[in-house]
C-alpha cells in the first residue's frame, strides 16, 4: 500500500545536532580527621537519566479520490491567520503543529510519564528535517545519513554517557484522506531504551493514526477548532504509539 511505503520511507529521513549532556562530578574526598564533620549536604546535579526527544518538520500529506493532490484545488483558505493566503494542508500542518507545539502537547500529556520514564529528564533536539529539503542540502544530507547509519548500529545519537539514556524520534506527521476511511492524521516514531549500555536494548518503530474532522478548516470561523483538533489527535498518536507499539 503506498501510504505504508511513503511512511517507511519517511521514517528514514532524519537528523541530529547532539545536545550537551552534563554529568554529576563525582564526590569529592574529605579529608581525614579525628573531630566528626558535619555531614554533607547532598550535591545538586541533573537527574542522571535522560530521555532526548526529536519533534519533526517532516509533513506528508496523501488525498485520493475526486479531488486528489494538495495543489490550488486542494488547498484551503486560512484567512483568518494570514489575510486571505491560500495554505495547502502541508503548510496548515507546519503551522497548526510545529516542533514547539508537539513539544508543548507531548509535555501536555506527560511524555516521560507515558513511556513509564517517570523522573527522566527532557532534552529536546533538532527537529528531524522535511524529506524535500534533503535532497538540494549536501550537509543536511550527510547529517541524515550519520543519524541513520547510527541507529541502524543501535548507537546513540547523542554524546550523553548517562547511565540512564532513552531516545524518542519524530519521523513524520502525515495527513491522508481516503473517500472510504475519511481523515487521518498518522504520525511516526522510533522510541529507543538504552538504560546504561551503549547500544539500544529496546527499539519500537512505527505509527499510528486518529480520525480528524475538522481539519483543514473550510472557513476562518474554523481555524481555531481545526487547530486544536489537529493538536489533540497527535497527543492521541503519541498514546496510542506507546500503548501499542512501545509497551508489547
Not at 526529536?54 to 483558505?77: C, D, E, K, R
Not at 483568518?80 to 503543529?97: C, P, Q, R, S
Not at 504520525?187 to 538504560?195: A, L, N, Q
Amino acid at each position: 500500500m503506498k501510504l505504508y511505503r511513503a511512511a517507511a520511507t519517511a521514517a528514514l529521513l532524519l537528523v541530529a545536532v547532539p545536545a550537551a549532556a552534563q554529568e554529576a562530578a563525582p564526590p569529592a574526598a574529605g579529608p581525614a580527621a579525628s573531630a566528626p564533620e558535619p555531614a554533607a549536604e547532598p550535591a545538586t546535579s541533573d537527574p542522571a537519566c535522560e530521555l532526548h526527544v526529536w519533534p519533526t518538520q517532516n509533513y506528508l500529506g496523501f488525498q485520493s479520490g475526486l479531488l486528489s493532490g494538495f495543489g490550488a484545488i486542494g488547498a484551503v483558505a486560512d484567512m483568518a491567520a494570514h489575510k486571505g493566503k491560500v495554505k495547502t494542508v502541508k503548510e496548515l500542518m507546519a503551522d497548526y503543529l510545529g516542533p514547539d507545539a508537539q513539544m508543548e502537547e507531548l509535555n501536555r500529556i506527560g511524555i516521560a510519564e507515558t513511556l513509564k520514564l517517570k523522573g527522566y529528564r527532557i532534552v529536546v533536539e533538532e527537529p528531524t528535517p522535511f524529506n524535500e529539503d534533503i535532497k538540494g542540502n549536501p550537509a543536511l544530507k550527510a547529517k541524515v545519513k550519520a543519524m541513520n547509519a547510527r541507529v541502524k548500529a543501535k548507537k546513540r545519537l547523542t554524546d550523553s554517557n548517562h547511565p540512564c539514556y532513552a531516545e524518542l524520534i519524530t519521523t513524520h506527521i502525515f495527513y491522508h484522506k481516503a473517500m472510504m476511511y475519511g481523515s487521518n492524521l498518522f504520525t511516526g516514531w522510533i522510541f529507543r531504551d538504552f538504560g546504561d549500555k551503549p547500544l539500544a536494548v529496546r527499539t519500537a518503530t512505527g505509527h499510528v493514526k486518529n480520525p480528524l474532522e475538522r481539519f483543514p478548516p473550510r472557513s476562518p470561523e474554523q481555524v481555531e477548532v481545526a487547530r486544536a483538533e489537529l493538536r489533540d489527535a497527535f497527543a492521541k498518536d503519541f498514546a496510542e504509539y506507546v500503548r501499542k507499539k512501545v509497551k508489547p
